[in-house]
């Protein structure tokens, strides 16, 4: 059933503002987003009024949940501060969550945004997949990092927080929209014998993420909260190149046991995964590690070996910076053609030699969250 805009308004209509006017009037709503199920729009408020206006944006979610043919609801509250305005204080955005005290970070004060951490029911260890740009395979590197977890024995889910350009629905071969449960949240799509749960399959492969830095942060508050992701070991999150709001959001929001840096050899690719482990150490999340992807090209008729973007310019960072290398995963034809089609390397190839490098990788990060989590 196709829902227009007209549709999403009327609905909106009945939910009322803490003005007291409808909200089609409050003279607060974005561009509408409407086509194939899926509804998508900010509202756009002064930040004083942020924590008043929480809980019409949840009412206006739920407002456009009753439209029939509507799948996924997506509505972000987008707060700014008029300049000379003091700052607000921070809304709680715990989704029905209690703050989990243990879990805030070593040294930071509770009044702080890393003191308002949650843990998401059922999700032992959230760990972040980073890298400081595009183009090192991040992507491809926390998908078969995920499932050489799997095959160690945990129980492990993926969540794809590269808004603006997903690549686990291509990654993995996943067409499927995901479903709503009876408690409203979204069931996430199970492949490989994990839950994925991507912006990706909300929205089609060509529709281009044309969203301010508030929705991107909400959106990705619903994809942790907002998904049904059951009781798992580990939560691995794909995060989007760089150090913005994204990665912000989810140091912020829940308590992350540590960060995966990729990279390629390359100085330039160095440069930025120095970013990316500086800005996640300032909101206190450990590195646990340094990938080099890439790292050299195998000529599968020679057998001949080839430095194409240089080599070991990663591990020598992981030494200068005192953070550990977790290892080098070539530049290889399988790879990139599993990925292509849909079947990652490590569950295609699960004897081969690349499975094995992945999960050597997942060996050390294991090790490492078993001991953080006897620590505390």
């Known amino acids: 059933m196709a829902i227009d805009k007209a549709q999403v308004l009327a609905a909106l209509r009945t939910v009322t503002s803490p003005r007291g006017v409808s909200l089609t009037d409050a003279k607060v709503l974005s561009e509408i987003t409407a086509a194939d199920g899926k509804v998508f729009f900010s509202i756009n408020v002064d930040a004083n009024e942020a924590r008043a206006w929480e809980e019409v944006r949840a009412k206006a979610e739920a407002a456009v949940r ?46 702080s945004p890393m003191g308002k951490q949650a843990s998401i029911p059922g999700i032992s260890s959230i760990i972040a997949v980073a890298s400081g740009k595009g183009g090192v395979g991040k992507s491809t590197t926390a998908l078969n990092l995920a499932l050489a977890l799997r095959d160690l024995g945990l129980r492990v889910g993926l ?151 240089g080599h070991g310019g990663a591990r020598h960072e992981a030494e200068r910076l005192k953070v550990p290398f977790l290892g080098e995963i070539p530049l290889h034809m399988s790879i990139r053609t599993s990925s292509d089609a849909g079947t990652p390397v490590v569950n295609s190839e699960p004897d081969g030699v690349h499975a094995a490098i992945y999960r050597s990788i997942g060996a050390e990060i294991k090790r490492q969250l078993v001991g953080a989590a006897a620590a505390v």
């Open 159 to 309: 969540l794809d927080a590269d808004i603006y350009g997903p690549s686990v629905p291509r990654l993995t071969g996943v067409r499927e929209k995901p479903a709503l449960n009876d408690a409203k949240k979204m069931v996430p799509i199970v492949r490989f014998g994990m839950p994925l749960m991507s912006i990706g399959f909300l929205v089609e492969e060509e529709t281009a993420m044309v969203w301010r830095g508030p929705m991107v942060m909400s959106a990705i508050r619903q994809m942790l909260w907002d998904v049904a992701w059951g009781e798992l070991d580990v939560l691995v999150v794909d995060m989007p190149p760089g150090t913005g709001d994204a990665q912000l959001t989810l140091a912020q929001q829940v308590p992350l046991r540590g960060v995966v840096i990729v990279s390629t050899p390359q100085d330039l690719a160095l440069i930025d995964a120095r970013r990316g482990i500086a800005m996640f150490d300032k909101v206190n999340v450990p590195t646990l590690g340094i990938i080099e992807n890439m790292s050299y090209f195998q000529c599968p008729e020679c057998g001949t070996r080839s430095d194409i973007f």
């Open 66 to 111: 009753t439209i029939p043919g509507v799948t996924t609801a997506m509505v972000a509250l987008t707060a700014e501060r008029k300049p000379g305005a003091a700052a607000p204080a921070q809304p709680s955005h715990s989704h029905g969550v209690k703050p989990v005290a243990q879990h805030r970070p070593h040294g930071a004060p509770a009044d």
